[in-house]
């Protein structure tokens, strides 16, 4: 059963270059483990270059996915 998972997402190229999804996966974690939270490293999902203006995208699909199944 997934309880805590993670979505981070950039959009543009430039914020891809200046890593700010590391940057919000980073801080994302910082709360997670202050938390005590349990997280699998295949709770952590991804979109690098997807605009928030398509609902399709690869990594927001997986956690649908998985969400659904939960």
Do not use: C, N
């Not at 997402?9 to 919000?24: A, G, P």
């Not at 997807?50 to 199944?69: E, K």
């Amino acid at each position: 059963m997934m309880r805590v998972a993670v979505y981070v997402r950039v959009s543009t190229q430039h914020q891809t270059q200046t890593q700010t999804i590391e940057q919000q996966l980073e801080r994302l974690l910082a709360h997670i483990q202050a938390q005590g939270w349990p997280l699998p490293k295949e709770h952590i999902f991804r979109d690098d270059g997807y605009s928030g203006s398509q609902l399709s995208r690869p990594g927001l699909d997986r956690l649908r996915d998985r969400v659904a199944q939960a």
